[in-house]
């Protein structure tokens, strides 16, 4: 029986937990398992007042569904579709009668509600879905250019759901006037550059991605923008020079993914994200990326 009240108590706090975290991926299904174990919990409980026993390995196995539930229940996105809260508050009506009385060692006696007519609670049939209502939520964070060339920067974005956008920006903090252009190969209009064997590089971009997250907790994102990269060499006369076949400047494409790898509460909004930028033809570069949402 105390096996019994502590498995009402863990329902309560399941409960509490659905109507926290009501969020519209998989809910259906969500509701449906749920009103499922409720509905053996009941049966349960009838038996335990007639004198009958419920089997060690049973109750076992009921408390792994709820934890199951429960990690479900904190991978979904979105919120409950108002026919779906509508259905919660059903099943929360017929099943959480839940008294507890104070007792050493025990939180309290289970009850469930049964409905009238047959002493056992009725299976909930879910309305029909309305539309979803979404969860805004920010983003804010920071960037960085890895290969081949050093960049640092910022994001900031905005979430409605599973969509949204974040404008991100960075550079390596330098610049470079030139006074004229040469090639890799060291030819110029003129001739040759003679390098004394300095060079400068600057590296700027910034962009305006798309996010969309089929599932938690992966999201894909893609954008366009402005992106440079600047590459000089010094003469020896002092004078810089750009190399043109390895300096690029034009319409940037970013694509990637955002990752949440912690899925536990207070953590699973930390984000790291992994992608690319690619100038056309010409340059491609990779960026790593860590966030929070909030």
């Known amino acids: 029986m105390g096996r019994f009240c502590k498995y009402g108590v863990a329902l309560l706090l399941l409960l509490q937990c659905l109507f926290a975290a009501a969020q519209s991926g998989g809910w259906n299904d969500a509701l449906d398992r749920y009103d499922q174990i409720c509905r053996r919990c009941a049966q349960w409980r009838t038996r335990l007042s007639q004198g009958e026993s419920v089997p060690k390995d049973s109750l076992s196995t009921m408390l792994r569904e709820l934890s199951d539930l429960k990690t479900q229940l904190q991978g979904t996105l ?10 919660f508050e059903a099943i929360r009506d017929a099943y959480a009668g839940i008294e507890a009385e104070p007792d050493p060692g025990i939180l309290g006696e289970v009850s469930l509600q049964a409905d009238a007519s047959s002493g056992t609670p009725a ?9 979803p209502a979404r969860r805004h939520h920010w983003m804010a964070g920071a960037v960085a250019g890895v290969i081949p060339d050093r960049s640092y920067g910022i994001l900031a974005g905005y979430g409605y759901g599973c969509i949204g956008f974040f404008v991100k920006a960075r550079s390596n903090f330098r610049t470079r006037a030139f ?9 110029t209009e003129d001739g040759y ?15 305006l991605d798309l ?11 893609l954008g366009g923008g402005y992106g440079a990269r600047t590459l000089c060499w010094r003469d020896t006369s002092g004078q810089w020079a750009r ?6 400047r034009g319409f940037a494409l970013d694509f990637g ?3 949440r790898p912690v899925q536990r509460e207070g953590w699973d909004s930390l984000t790291l994200l992994l992608g690319g930028s690619w100038i056309p033809a010409r340059y491609i570069d990779g960026e790593i990326g860590i966030a929070w949402i909030f």
């Open 78 to 87: 979105g919120e409950m579709t108002p026919g779906q809260r509508r259905r």
């Open 123 to 131: 299976i909930l049939s879910p309305p029909a879905a309305s539309a």
């Open 179 to 187: 006074a004229y252009d040469c090639r890799s190969d060291g030819t």
């Open 193 to 207: 550059v003679w390098t004394d064997g300095s060079t400068s590089l600057s590296r700027h971009q910034i962009t």
């Open 211 to 221: 996010f969309y997250t089929p599932w938690k907790p992966l999201s894909l994102y």
């Open 243 to 248: 190399v043109s076949d390895r300096s690029f």
């Open 257 to 259: 993914v955002l990752v």
